[in-house]
């Protein structure tokens, strides 16, 4: 029996190598690879708060509850915001998982309205389709849009049928049972419900889809 020499072992893992190479994920960016307006279009999109006035004091990482379970955490979106890492911050989970319950703006010793910023990001991320192609919210948000501007109400039972048919259909099986009581109960309506002018209620959100004051 013949033993595999060095070079023989050598030779079988280097195409194993070169694999791992190509799955090397680069995390330094040159300046001409940012986008350097980034972060002063998204504070104008944030009814012009001030992220150049952040202090990095972390006080909005520490009160947020749900910081743990961010990729990023507001400390430091709001500074790859600002410096322009666009695609990192867009792909990020953090601006989905924001819960909307202002306790960094309440902390924040510079006053800056972190949950309206995170806004901004959830709006630019759809509008450039960014998020997670199966994530629930962005596609949440995106059929309560859709129904509201074609009926100019919601009506919950045909809202939840599109995001289970656009994120997991089997889930929607699953919650058939839950979904057939709360029908019984009158809690749900198979009848889409939709308000008289629902020409006014387009014209309205085609006017600030532009991004014009009304």
């Known amino acids: 029996m013949q033993l595999p020499t060095q070079k023989s072992v050598q030779q079988d893992e280097a195409p194993q190598k070169i694999e791992k190479m190509k799955h090397v994920v680069r995390r330094i960016k040159f300046e001409s690879e940012l986008d350097l307006d980034f972060g002063e279009r998204v504070a104008e999109k944030a009814y012009g708060q001030k992220l150049l006035s952040c202090i990095q004091c972390g006080t909005c990482s520490a009160t947020c509850p749900l910081a743990h379970y961010m990729d990023y955490t507001p400390?430091?979106?709001?500074?790859?915001?600002?410096?322009?890492?666009?695609e990192e911050v867009l792909n990020s989970l953090t601006i989905w998982l924001c819960a909307s319950c202002y306790s960094c703006y309440v902390q924040c010793p510079r006053q800056i309205h972190i949950t309206d910023v995170m806004y901004a990001l959830k709006r630019e991320a759809i509008q450039l389709g960014f998020h997670p192609k199966r994530l629930p919210i962005p596609i949440l948000a995106q059929e309560f849009y859709k129904r509201v501007l074609k009926d100019g109400?919601?009506?919950?039972?045909?809202?939840?049928?599109?995001?289970?048919?656009?994120?997991n259909p089997f889930k929607m099986l699953k919650e058939s049972i839950l979904g057939l009581k709360l029908f019984l109960r009158g809690r749900l309506t198979i009848g889409k419900e939709h308000v008289k002018r629902r020409d006014q209620i387009h014209a309205i959100l085609e006017h600030k889809k532009g991004g014009q004051p009304l």
């Open 75 to 86: 400390r430091k979106i709001i500074a790859m915001t600002r410096e322009g890492f666009k």
């Open 153 to 167: 109400r919601n009506t919950e039972s045909w809202l939840l049928i599109s995001l289970y048919l656009r994120t």
